[in-house]
């Protein structure tokens, strides 16, 4: 199976907040990240964590961590329809430290 | 302003033709990357390189090939032997692979479709 999964969409209304999961497989991963993919576009990084971490937040966005499950999840609090855009979490690993991808949750924000 | 250069955004293939991406940072990274995004996939590792004149497979290597003769560039060639190049190819860069905490930063990407 995949090593990274997301589900692939979420809804929300704008204002609401915006909770994106993501279960990883790999225990070894030392640090997980999240992008976010506008229409026709590279991946811009939003934050990452350290696995040794179980929260981390910046600004509207918190990242919480549960090692012992393996679960990774991005809450974007009063979301905005600017916010509306694929999220990808990535697990870094290897001797290169390369990143294995999830596939992507497209989030809709409603007005 | 520093940042990954891609090129074309738009590239069209014949059948049995080999194409070029360039892929070009000016941010004094290390380490470069190619990635194949299919729709409603995550992105899959092409190739990647830590070093100049060094570069090693990534998990779907097999019809592309790639060179790393100076450390700002990096192009990737998909060859006729790639049956299906249709894709969005991304390439990024960090600044010492082998070393935690260096995100990898992603240029806009090519979009290669097949004539």
């Known amino acids: 199976g995949e090593d990274v999964e997301q589900s692939l969409f979420l809804s929300v209304r704008e204002g609401d907040s915006s909770v994106i999961n993501c279960t990883y497989t790999?225990?070894?991963?030392?640090?997980l990240y999240w992008y976010k993919q506008e229409p026709g576009a590279g991946l811009q990084l939003l934050t990452y964590?350290?696995?040794?971490?179980d929260m981390k937040q910046d600004q509207r966005l918190t990242v919480l961590l549960n090692k012992k499950d393996k679960h990774l999840s991005l809450r974007i609090a009063d979301t905005q329809t600017g916010d509306s855009a694929i999220y990808f979490c990535?697990?870094?690993?290897?001797?290169?430290?390369?990143?294995?991808f999830g596939s992507g949750t497209q989030l809709t924000v409603l007005p | 302003d520093g940042g990954i250069t891609q090129s074309p955004k738009y590239l069209f293939r014949k059948e049995g033709q080999n194409v070029t991406l360039s892929c070009e940072q000016n941010?004094?990274?290390?380490?470069m990357y190619w990635y194949r995004q299919d729709p409603g996939q995550g992105l899959r590792l092409i190739y990647y390189?830590?070093?100049?004149?060094?570069?090693q497979k990534g998990d779907i290597a097999e019809g592309y090939s790639v060179s790393r003769e100076k450390k700002e560039s990096f192009p990737l060639t998909v060859t006729s032997a790639q049956k299906n190049p249709t894709a969005f190819y991304l390439c990024?860069?960090?600044?010492?692979?082998?070393?935690?905490?260096?995100?990898?930063?992603f240029g806009d990407g090519t979009r290669l479709s097949i004539l």
């Open positions: 990535a697990e870094s690993k290897g001797s290169a430290r390369q990143l294995t």
């Open positions: 790999d225990s070894s991963s030392t640090y």
């Open positions: 964590i350290f696995s040794n971490m």
């Open positions: 941010l004094n990274h290390d380490a």
């Open positions: 390189s830590q070093i100049v004149n060094d570069f």
């Open positions: 990024a860069s960090n600044k010492d692979a082998g070393i935690n905490n260096q995100p990898q930063h």
